[in-house]
């Protein structure tokens, strides 16, 4: 499966609240999935590089994963800000990572089946 990551913030840090987006079933893939598939808070520590093989060595930032539900963003999209009045919505999924507002991340939250409240006990 493919992932993109929303943040809240500009830059990924600790207590930044992070929302995974999978466009299509597999990575090259034909077949979409179109659907948000992860949501948590990136914990503290500093960033670290991984080996994923083939010269890829990302670095990366441990996140407390919520449990959650997966959310097809089609539903929700008249209500994403970063979606509104826009054909080509998931052009800026192409960047991997991008800055959503509050009120998106908060609509997430609820389609994934996530309590606000029970979030903030996380530090949400």
């Not at 090259?28 to 994923?52: H, L, N, R, S």
Request: hydrophobic share 40%; aromatic share 18%.
């Amino acid at each position: 499966m493919v992932h993109f990551w929303l943040i809240f913030c500009s830059r990924i840090k600790p207590g930044d609240r992070v929302a995974y987006y999978s466009p299509t079933v597999e990575f090259g893939g034909k077949y979409k999935f179109q659907t948000f598939t992860a949501i948590g808070i990136v914990q503290g520590g500093d960033p670290y590089q991984v080996d994923m093989g083939g010269g890829f060595q990302p670095y990366r930032r441990d996140v407390c994963w919520f449990p959650a539900v997966e959310a097809p963003i089609r539903p929700i999209l008249g209500m994403l800000e970063f979606s509104a009045e826009k054909q080509n919505w998931g052009y800026q999924f192409r960047f991997g990572i991008f800055v959503i507002s509050e009120h998106d991340m908060n609509v997430i939250t609820a389609a994934m089946g996530l309590e606000l409240s029970r979030a903030a006990s996380y530090g949400w």
